[in-house]
């Protein structure tokens, strides 16, 4: 092991002898009470020295070898150190691609913060090379996320859409000026490809059946160009995905609202018919204006979507899909998260189970707390 206090996590001293790791309660951590000799100790923590020459170092400050061990595995446990070596054969792997690396530098130091183990960060963007999304929807919000998920280290990223692309779905971060006239989904993988950090994404081999089944497939992002289907999503239009077990995430923007979640669990969260089930229990008239709405949403073929909306909603539908695939669950599990303009206050509102359909929902939401690392004063030098 080679142990290197995160560089993510920016450093200041409390007082004279407390110092705290990071800025935001989210993820701040207060160290103390240290010495002068610990303080200079901790500069040592670089990742360029093994444990036998920090040993060596330490007692040249006239610390313990059991104090070093002390400290090194409460500040292990608190989530403060990183190894610029550990992460698996993956993460060597990923390190030897240096170009790629350097481009997704400021992700790894991101993911070492919110996964606190020594190599978790690397180990984690190595994964994702593994794994494949498939985006629906190439309009403002589709190509976008495929583009952010490209680049953020996902191996293969799919997007499926039909048409030609129009003047109207170009976007920054998103399809360019000059595919205007091309295929949606040949545009979009091409974006694709420019995307990923590597400058070579890994696309699926040609059709491969329905959605439910295709082979090895993570996650479905729904990001259609139309927002009804979003924000009022046919729930025959997912049963494959709930019969196949594949987790799929709405996101999109529908008149002036955007719109991400529900991320949904086939068998753990309240899924598209759970919605529909739920809204006509509120309102009877649901359904009748679903419908009308359903079938006259072709007499205008431009859809209303803000530019800057549209990318708010893509990069918080990336951010979510990202988390996900990383091992957690996001605020969008079983939820959905809605912001209007011109206000923009993001609200959420749980996916609850409809007792007609047969998924359920859960998703504990957790939080945590500015915690605080004690150095017990019986491992403290003089």
């Known amino acids: 092991m080679h142990p290197m206090l995160k560089p993510a996590l920016r450093r200041a001293w409390r007082g004279r002898n407390t110092v705290q790791f990071g800025v935001t309660p989210a993820h701040a951590v207060k160290v103390g009470p240290l010495d002068i000799a610990t ?28 104090h070093v061990n002390t400290l090194l595995d409460r500040l292990t446990r608190a989530g403060l150190l990183d190894d610029p070596r550990a992460g698996g054969p993956e993460a060597d792997a990923l390190r ?18 919110v996964h606190p183990g020594p190599g978790d960060g690397v180990r984690r963007l190595a994964a994702r090379r593994a794994m494949r999304v498939r985006v629906r929807g190439a309009g403002r919000v589709g190509a976008s996320v495929a583009a952010l998920l490209s680049a953020s280290g ?44 590597d400058g070579a994404a890994r696309l699926p081999d040609g059709p491969d059946g329905a ?14 160009r139309e927002g009804l289907d979003v924000y009022a999503p046919d729930p025959d239009a997912a ?40 809204r006509a229990d509120q309102d009877p008239q649901w359904p009748r204006m679903t419908a009308q709405w359903r079938s006259s949403r072709r007499r ?23 988390a996900f695939l ?17 206000l923009l206050d993001w609200r959420s509102e749980r996916i609850a189970p409809h007792p007609d359909c047969p998924c359920g929902a859960h998703g504990p939401a957790r939080t945590e707390p500015l915690s605080e690392v004690a150095v017990p004063q019986d491992t403290m030098a003089g």
């Open 39 to 66: 303080g200079s100790f901790l500069e040592l923590l670089d990742g360029t020295r093994g444990l036998p020459l920090l040993r060596e170092e330490a007692r040249a400050l006239d610390l313990s070898d059991r």
């Open 211 to 224: 959605d439910g089944h295709a082979p090895g497939l993570s996650l479905v992002v729904l990001a259609p």
């Open 96 to 113: 030897r691609r240096a170009d790629a690396l350097e481009r997704q530098r400021s992700d790894a130091a991101s993911l070492s913060v």
């Open 154 to 197: 996902v191996g293969r990223v799919d997007v499926l859409d039909g048409g030609r692309t129009e003047p109207w779905d170009v976007a920054p971060g998103g399809l360019p000026a000059s595919a205007v006239g091309e295929r949606r989904d040949t545009a979009a993988r091409q974006l694709v490809r420019r995307s990923a950090a």
């Open 300 to 322: 205008d073929p431009v859809p209303a979507c803000d530019l800057s909306l549209a990318t708010a909603v893509a990069g918080l539908a990336a951010s979510h899909a990202l």
């Open 326 to 342: 990383d091992g957690e669950l996001p605020a969008s599990t079983g939820t959905r998260w809605e912001a209007a303009l011109p």
């Open 239 to 278: 049963a494959p995905w709930l019969t196949g077990g594949v987790p799929h995430l709405y996101a999109g923007v529908i008149e002036a609202t955007g719109v991400v979640g529900p991320l949904v669990l086939p068998g753990g969260t309240g899924c598209a018919r759970c919605l529909a089930l739920g």
